[in-house]
């Protein structure tokens, strides 16, 4: 059952009204920020299928796969290989794979149309600095062609599991109830969906967040505010016994109202470009906002430390038809997409990385339920299939970057669905950043959070945790 | 606790023509409300479930009336328009720089929430916006536009295999999914996909018994041979975007040749060599199939009675698949079925209202007779439509908008979240003061003799505010909770006289529309 258990630290249950403002805006520091023992996760759920093999392109995995298969089964959506003649092709990775190049805009040497004050070098440079690392061919056991049943398994860590996996981690962690999760969207995704009691908030406009009045005269900010808690007074009052899910939710969302309005009406100046320009994306900036809005709760000093985010990110990734080759300007619907993801990270990262709390203790993973067909249609799209690269972004050595991981199963044959043969489970990568980062050791991994995965050891992307002298012990660990 | 078995809310259970009135419609009028103890359920069911013999000329009248006027000036076609009229609507619509597909939206959001609010056929709105997610198509095309009359409403109460192939070649969902340019030598499988997963029998079996969610219906060489089967329905090279079955992009080889598909069974169904007709065919299968009637059963038991019918009310899927099956997929005929089962009577708690129903049962229970129109651009004002399409944005529940083929949820979870208690708070106050006058002061208010009729003024506090619980729970509440209500709206005395001018009526509605008592369904 999902509610919202979320303990208020700063409310006060004699003065249930919002707190005036000059008191509002002194939030003090906290030492527990960022959390002691962990860094904070924030997983991007690319939903409707990313095509992957156009996003880390195999252009000489071995001598068949690129002239043999990846060209001749995508004739027209192949991305020009590194070596080619092109004006935009992909950029050479390790020799063996290559980047989609609106997924390195800005890098140097990259040809990039259409710029952006965010083209800072995208994935590329995440990838050059060794904060990036891709494993190839990852995808869940119980993958099947259809969207939602894959999606829904993935978001609960398995097809058979009760609840989000994403919840079951803050469980097994022994995370307390109240530790706060975010979804900056308006709904919560079933990573999230917790049976003991535990909840996330939904931010979906950190501009506006909690209830607005509105009226059409002139109403004074004072008789507005003096409404709303009159109101608020007597909503805490029926939502109070917190004695059915309505109650429950209701009565968190109330108490951790002071708390997250706080920090959102404080504004936010990032340190970095996100991209939600309209005109280079097609998910109305919804993504770049999102990340935003995760550093800036992150950044900001929550007495209830951010844990861990999560985001759904679309826009059309669904690439049925009309999914876009390389184009010229850099607009086509792929290259739109791959520009969205691919900038936004690498403002996520720079802009936490400009606060020095928190470098090396963030860890972005990208998942999507499967990959697309090896070959293209007839409508110049990929239906679905099932093998695919996952993201791990770290921050200051905190991960093992700079390399493709996964065991390349190649092109030649075909697996589920004619896609890319699933040669890694995609739970063995967060696995690893679980126990290497996040604080939980592999019996919990596979006894709660990944029920039956018999994680031992993983593909070695976590960097272990050192025990940091220099923080100050969190007060609830 | 489990997913599977929700806390259901304390105290008071309401009564079977208030669970009748939320969950067969939107909420009860407060004409509904007048004769409650004479209310007979299986006289209402079958009433509401013969919509045409219903009068609603009222509702119709002001359907008709509404202003369609485009912020360019231009007349949106009425719902009822042919594709060629929405074709010319499109190119005048551009032609003047204007956004043709939102314009239609809008007056199909306007007439479906009217509908919604004032319609005595409120089941059959009820069906429409079932049916509208379940065979789930957008506004990235107008032609939903013709799809909502043509396809979803002509065929809400009717039979399933009727609307299916209304749907197939519906040129809205011949656009969603893809089929429009699927081709027999390359076919795009979208939409044969999800009329197997999502329109009919559903990925897996749902007969009960052995294999019960865990037989696969159809294999992945049944989706590529439903999609060469499909290949040529489309709208391609056709006027106004209407179907067609085009021969010519089924490419011979592929298309016009004999077929076999297993669909979950021992035995391959046999399709003859043939164009179109394997398409009629495939549908007449997937209608008669004993898991599409499980499906729709389940689907429409979780729509009526729980969030979890599979443990709920495991028994009233059966009498509705039977029902199903019995009458060739007579959609009056199941529905009867099931909200006959008694697990209906039974199931307070299992449901909570979405945005749609939260926005309608309130404007419902304020008696409000006049819908948003949400075609005018009026930014300029704090409670215009764009002021609400923005409020409804936000909860997650703009009607023709959803992009994913499963239509929206219809469970809890996905329903009730920080985000939906602060934004039906704003929704129900804004509600409040677009329809009785702004919240200006907090010492007084302007009279307005709409509310003064809805509290029956002048009254003390405390009829008022159990007169307001009437109209938006139904049900006893928690005795302090009342107490709280009534202590605040008359500054302590319970007996104070109560008006539209008394500064704190408006914002008590708010609360109890925004209370946790008045969010179950």
């Known amino acids: ?477 | 606790m489990s997913i599977d078995s929700p806390s259901t809310p304390p105290g008071e259970v309401p009564s079977l023509a208030r669970l009748a009135y939320n969950r067969l419609g939107f909420g009860p009028r407060p004409e509904d409300l007048a004769n409650l103890s004479a209310f007979d359920f299986a006289g209402y069911v079958d009433a509401q479930l013969a919509p045409e013999s219903i009068d609603d000329s009222a509702c119709e009248a002001y359907i008709a009336g509404l202003d369609r006027t485009d912020p360019q000036g231009i007349t949106v076609p009425p719902p009822e328009a042919s594709l060629a009229e929405i074709e010319d609507y499109r190119r005048a619509s551009e032609a003047a720089g204007g956004w043709p597909n939102g314009n239609l939206q809008r007056h199909l959001w306007t007439v479906t929430y009217a509908r919604a609010l004032l319609s005595k056929r409120q089941l059959f709105e009820v069906m429409v916006d079932f049916w509208t997610n379940h065979l789930q198509t957008n506004f990235q095309s107008r032609l939903k536009y013709w799809e909502d009359y043509h396809v979803i409403r002509r065929h809400a109460l009717g039979n399933f295999r009727d609307l299916i192939g209304a749907s197939a070649k519906s040129p809205s969902m011949l656009y969603f999914l893809s089929n429009t340019y699927s081709d027999g030598a390359n076919p795009n499988e979208n939409y044969a996909r999800e009329l197997m997963e999502l329109h009919t029998m559903g990925s897996y079996s749902r007969v009960p018994g052995p294999g019960f969610l865990t037989r696969p219906n159809y294999t992945e060489e049944d989706v590529h041979t439903a999609a060469q089967i499909f290949s040529g329905w489309t709208t391609m090279d056709s006027p106004d975007d209407a179907y067609r079955f085009n021969a010519g992009r089924a490419w011979p080889a592929h298309h016009w040749q004999e077929k076999r598909m297993w669909l979950g069974n021992d035995n391959y169904y046999y399709f003859p060599y043939g164009g179109e007709e394997q398409g009629e065919q495939l549908l007449d299968i997937l209608a008669e199939h004993p898991s599409t009637a499980y499906f729709i059963s389940f689907k429409l038991c979780r729509r009526f009675i729980s969030d979890f019918p599979d443990n709920f009310c495991p028994d009233a899927i059966e009498v509705g698949a039977q029902a199903f099956l019995s009458t060739h997929g007579d959609i009056r005929a199941t529905v009867r079925a099931i909200l006959l089962h008694p697990k209906f009577a039974a199931s307070w708690g299992q449901k909570i209202k979405r945005p749609f129903e939260f926005l309608i049962s309130t404007m419902r229970a304020l008696g409000l007779q006049e819908m948003i129109n949400f075609l005018p651009d009026d930014w300029h004002d704090a409670l215009g439509a764009r002021f609400f399409e923005s409020q409804i944005e936000m909860l997650g529940q703009k009607l023709f908008e959803f992009p994913a083929p499963t239509g929206l949820p219809d469970v809890r979870f996905a329903w009730w979240n920080t985000n939906q208690v602060f934004g039906r708070w704003t929704l129900a106050n804004a509600l409040i003061s677009r329809y009785f006058g702004d919240q200006t002061e907090v010492d007084s208010a302007p009279a307005n003799a709409a509310l003064d009729r809805l509290i029956a003024a002048p009254a003390t506090a405390t009829q008022v505010i159990d007169r307001l619980l009437d109209r938006f729970v139904g049900r006893g509440i928690d005795a302090q909770d009342r107490s709280a209500l009534i202590d605040y709206l008359g500054a302590g005395n319970p007996q104070a006289t109560v008006t539209s001018a008394s500064p704190r009526l408006r914002p008590v509605i708010g609360v109890i529309a925004a209370s946790p008592y008045a969010q179950w369904r």
């Open chain 1, 1 to 477: 059952m999902r509610g919202f258990g979320i303990t208020n630290l700063l409310f006060d249950n004699h003065a249930p009204h919002r707190s005036p403002a000059s008191t509002r805006l002194g939030v003090a520091l906290s030492p527990q920020q960022p959390p002691h023992q962990r860094d904070l996760l924030v997983l991007i759920f690319v939903r409707g299928g990313l095509d992957g093999l156009n996003l880390l392109v195999p252009f000489n995995t071995n001598s068949t796969d690129r002239d043999l298969y990846y060209n001749k089964l995508r004739p027209t959506l192949s991305v020009p290989a590194p070596n080619s003649g092109a004006t935009r092709k992909a950029i050479d990775l390790d020799g063996r794979f290559a980047l989609h190049p609106d997924a390195a805009r800005g890098a140097m040497g990259v040809n990039v149309p259409n710029g952006h004050a965010s083209d800072t070098g995208g994935l590329y440079e995440l990838f050059q600095r060794g904060d990036l690392a891709i494993v190839d061919a990852c995808g869940s056991p119980d993958v099947t062609g259809s969207h939602f049943d894959t999606e829904l398994y993935v978001d609960l860590g398995g097809k058979n599991n009760q609840g989000g996996w994403l919840a079951r981690y803050l469980d097994a962690a022994g995370e307390p109830n109240d530790a706060l999760a975010v979804a900056p969207q308006w709904g919560i995704p079933p990573s999230l969906l917790s049976f003991t009691g535990r909840s996330a908030v939904a931010v979906p406009d950190p501009e506006n967040f909690g209830p607005q009045w509105k009226t059409r005269e002139w109403t004074s900010h004072e008789n507005a505010s003096a409404l709303e808690a009159a109101q608020r007074a007597l909503l805490e009052q029926m939502y109070r016994r917190g004695g059915d899910f309505i109650e429950q939710v209701g009565r968190s969302a109330l108490q951790n109202y002071d708390m997250l309005r706080n920090v959102l009406e404080t504004g936010y100046t990032p340190s970095a470009a996100y991209l939600t320009d309209e005109s280079h994306i097609a998910d109305y900036g919804h993504f770049g906002h999102s990340l935003k809005t995760i550093a800036q709760l992150a950044k900001s000093s929550l007495a209830n430390p951010l844990r861990v985010a999560t985001i759904d990110v679309g826009g059309g990734y669904d690439t049925h038809d009309n999914q876009g080759v390389v184009d010229w300007n850099g607009n086509s619907r792929y290259c739109r997409l791959i520009t969205n993801l691919a900038n936004n990270i690498k403002a996520f990262c720079d802009d936490m990385n400009a606060d020095p709390a928190w470098r090396g203790r963030f860890v972005v993973v990208v998942v999507s339920e499967f990959g697309r067909v090896l070959y293209e249609n007839a409508s110049g799209g990929t239906d679905h299939g099932a093998g695919n690269v996952m993201l791990v972004v770290g921050s200051h050595g905190n991960i093992r970057g700079g390399q493709v991981y996964g065991e390349w199963p190649g092109l030649k044959h075909f697996g589920f669905n004619d896609g890319l043969q699933i040669t890694t489970d995609y739970r063995r990568v967060l696995a690893d950043i679980l126990t290497a980062r996040m604080g939980v050791a592999a019996s919990q991994v596979n006894n709660v959070i990944f029920p039956g995965l018999n994680y031992t050891s993983g593909l070695g992307i976590g960097v272990p945790r050192q025990p940091d002298a220099g923080t100050v012990k969190a007060q609830q660990d």
